[in-house]
């Protein structure tokens, strides 16, 4: 979309709630949509429902709409007259010039929302923008250096974001995570913890593996497929014992079960129980 939120024109009754002061007793009033109130993309997210309804409707292929911008997949040999259906339904509802004709790109290897999706290979990985930030917030500092907060927190976030091309690499964002909760300024630096320094390190393999041979690493798009389940693990656990089954797919086939009485000296204490719940399930990947 082109201006995005300025397609969109207030109830003159509304107009008042938009007005903004300014120096000198000069007060602005915004008749239509503005860029940096923060509740503009929930007011347009109801427009972008209708074009999601109106795009998914006429076009052959498939297409998702996040806030103004469109991504859509559709047969190369289908792609023009499903352009120009999509053109032509959002400027009759929008007016001309509302499609940001410039910035429309088709191929079978195109960046979404910071994603590098690639027909040929059928991968998915980071962009090379994004591939950039996170190689610099990752190198830019000595693991055994004092670190600010904003820092840590930025880290975390980018790697938790990263970590979807492989779900191996999630565990290793939680005490990145965790180490940066109750401080009150960003700009406090602290010592990583070891676990810290060893998840960081941990990222800066992954990530220098990831350049050297990104379709090794990249994700594959049939991943994000829902894959049917082969085993079910049924199980419950106390603070003394455990019982675990390990069925079988599709036939809902128990397998092979065991019951076990724990030598763990818990002393009655129930915040153990997750613990224990947790180590059922780890029994049964080991009968799986």
Known sequence: MKGAFNLLNYHPDYCKWFAFPLINYIVVIHLAGLFGWIGMSYAFQVLTRILQALCRHIISGLCYWYVDDLMAVSL???YINDSTLVDANV???LGQGSIAAAKSQHARCLEFLGWDFNLDTRTITLCARNMNKLVHALFSFHPTDKISISHIQRLAS???RVSILSRHMRPYTHTL???SSGYVYPHAKIHLSIIAQS?????RAFVLLLIANPSK?????????RQPAQFIIRYDASLTGLGVGLYQMPNNCLVIYTALQLPFSVDNDSSNQNTMKFTAVVLGLLLA
């Open 76 to 78: 190369a040999k289908m």
């Open 199 to 203: 998840d960081i390190m941990m990222w």
């Open 158 to 160: 980018l790697l938790s």
């Open 217 to 225: 690493l990249s994700r594959p798009v049939e991943s994000f497929r």
């Open 91 to 93: 400027q009759q509802l």
């Open 177 to 179: 995570h965790s180490l």
